[in-house]
């Protein structure tokens, strides 16, 4: 047992004399390494932060150009449904109709479904040009396929309803793809 108390007592001994661990020169190491962490998480949260910035800047802008593209495209798909419909009251104002009666004999023809499809066939933005009575009924269509909800074209009826309705998006009966409705209505007066 000696041999182990001279041991600890020189341990001790050294102790001594460079001091605890917890003397000035070791609180100087701690306190270094402390203020080595904070800064390495400070620089990380700066970095972090200027990332994040700098991504949200970039969805900004992706948006902000989505959101012109799409507008563009709106604006040419309804110029181009306006010059469809144009197109059609030509063609209805060149037969030279003077009655309600003469317009919807004239529209049932298979020559004005064939008149509509040949507009229809370099717009691949409209799909599909049907034409409906006051009454809601379908007159003529591009399509042979089944005519939109009825619904839509209620808006029209009413006298003091506007010249142009704009439906809410909805799936094709046919075809399942999300499609909005654009009625016109020409008043005869």
Do not use: C
């Not at 190491?29 to 400070?42: D, E, M, S, T």
């Not at 009826?157 to 654009?182: C, E, H, Q």
């Amino acid at each position: 047992m000696s041999h182990l108390d001279t041991l600890l007592e020189g341990q001790l001994a050294r102790r001594r004399h460079h001091g605890s661990f917890w003397s000035s020169s070791g609180r100087g190491i701690l306190v270094v390494a402390a203020l080595n962490i904070v800064l390495l998480w400070g620089v990380t949260g700066a970095v972090l932060w200027q990332i994040y910035r700098d991504e949200v800047d970039d969805w900004k802008r992706t948006a902000a150009n989505f959101s012109l593209t799409t507008a563009a495209h709106a604006q040419q798909t309804l110029v181009a449904t306006d010059l469809v419909l144009r197109s059609m009251l030509d063609w209805v104002a060149d037969e030279d109709i003077r009655s309600e009666t003469e317009f919807v004999e004239a529209v049932k023809r298979r020559r004005f479904h064939e008149a509509m499809r040949d507009r229809l066939a370099g717009l691949p933005q409209v799909s599909v040009a049907s034409i409906f009575s006051k009454e809601g009924h379908l007159l003529n269509s591009s399509s042979d396929l089944p005519p939109p909800p009825i619904d839509i074209f209620l808006a029209q009826v009413g006298p003091n309803s506007p010249p142009v309705s704009i439906s809410r998006a909805l799936p094709d009966s046919s075809t399942k793809r999300w499609t909005f409705y654009w009625v016109f209505r020409e008043s005869s007066g």
